[in-house]
């Protein structure tokens, strides 16, 4: 029997994390032969839901999971880490400034960055969930200068589901018919969801998407609009954020970290720039095209990039640079 690993989900107490702890804990993540403990973070006045929670994962009887840990302390959340999932973060309240909701974010991402500096191991996988995820996952690598810039990643991968499964309706296919859309940029609605470098899988033949769909004016406009704006159409119906569907794009995220991409096929995936790739200026942490081998991803290059993809890919950038601006300032007052 392998070592357990620690994995933390903050926001524990939250909707995301209600879904995606029964799906880590089953084993359905790491894999059902490797043991883990779970910790377990929220804030103070959560702590009586939470301990709800601890119940249920209890009762859940699962084979992986040997220990459940709830705190509302970051030096015991973050101790020894293997895996920290950052789903907790300040929400947007109604009246709220956007400025106010990233100043409040970096003053989480800012202690949580520290705490992973200070407690977790140097090797520790880092997700971020919370939104501004982009802005957020930047302001805690940079608070944690001990652990390799690459182990910080945010989740696109909502995101990317979506454009896979859009695509495959409209093709009356199934989602695992359809490889290597991409997410480009923020996880907001300026993202570029592009399926120029998309395979489908019809009648056993591999086509591009665009020579299957055969529609260029619903693949640069619909498809784009509706993958972009997919979040405000839940919470309009269900009164709501995703939940469900994060938790599963959680799971699929760090279970291609932890096991790798299948070959052949690239995931979309929140990451620092180095400045080498695609144009896009060195440290912004924008969504790419990555593989994942041996727990290290890397960028997919050498894709063409037409003028509509380009004018899309800087739009989103530009929107990061602004956040990542405003954010750094209040790094260094908060
Ligand atoms: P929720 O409001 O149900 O739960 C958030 C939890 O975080 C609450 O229990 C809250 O007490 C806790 N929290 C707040 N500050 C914290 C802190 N400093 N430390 C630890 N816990 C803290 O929200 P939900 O639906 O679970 O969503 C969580 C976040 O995920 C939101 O920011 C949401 O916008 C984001 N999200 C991101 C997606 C992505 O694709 N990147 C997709 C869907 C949601």
């Known amino acids: 029997m392998p070592e357990p690993i620690r994995v933390l989900v903050t926001g524990a107490a939250g909707q995301i994390a209600y879904s995606v702890l029964l799906s ?18 929220d804030i103070t006045p959560m702590m009586t839901a939470l301990q709800g929670v601890v119940m249920e994962l209890e009762d859940c009887a699962t084979a992986p999971l040997k220990e459940v840990i709830a705190t509302d302390q970051e030096e015991v959340a973050f101790k020894d880490l293997d895996v920290a999932i950052l789903v907790g973060s300040m929400p947007r309240r109604e009246g709220m400034e956007r400025k106010d909701l ?11 960055g520290a705490a992973l500096d200070k407690y977790a191991k140097k090797s520790v996988k ?28 945010c989740l696109t991968r909502l995101d990317h589901n979506r454009a896979k499964a859009q695509i495959a309706q409209k093709l009356k296919l199934g989602c695992n018919d359809v490889k290597n859309v991409i997410i ?15 395979k489908v899988k019809v009648h056993g033949k591999e086509l ?27 919470i309009k119906a269900r009164k709501l954020s995703s939940a469900m569907s994060a938790s599963k794009a959680i799971c699929d995220h760090v279970q291609d970290i ?21 144009g896009i200026p ?40 602004e956040e990542k601006e405003t954010a750094f300032e209040f790094l260094a007052s908060v």
Not at 208 to 234: H, M, N, S
Not at 270 to 278: A, H, L, M, Q, R
């Open 24 to 41: 880590i804990a089953k084993g359905d993540v790491f894999g059902k032969d490797q043991p883990l403990i779970l910790l377990l973070l």
């Open 102 to 112: 990233l100043k409040a974010n970096v003053k989480i991402f800012k202690s949580q």
């Open 126 to 153: 880092v997700i971020v969930v919370g939104n501004p995820a982009n802005t957020n996952c930047l302001t805690a690598s940079r608070s944690a200068p001990s652990i390799p810039k690459s182990n910080f990643s």
């Open 184 to 198: 480009w940029g923020n996880h907001s609605s300026t993202q570029y969801p592009d399926v120029t470098h998309a």
């Open 208 to 234: 591009g998407v665009y020579e299957a769909i055969k529609d260029d004016c619903y693949l640069k406009g619909e498809f784009i609009t509706t993958v972009q704006q997919r979040g405000a159409a839940v």
């Open 258 to 278: 932890w096991f790798g991409t299948p070959e052949g096929e690239f995931v979309s995936m929140g990451v620092i720039s180095d400045g080498n790739s695609y």
């Open 282 to 321: 060195e440290d912004l942490l924008y969504s790419f095209p990555v593989t994942i081998k041996n727990k290290n991803w890397s960028f997919v290059e050498g894709l063409p990039i037409d003028d509509f993809s380009r004018e899309k890919m800087d739009l989103t950038a530009k929107e990061l640079m």
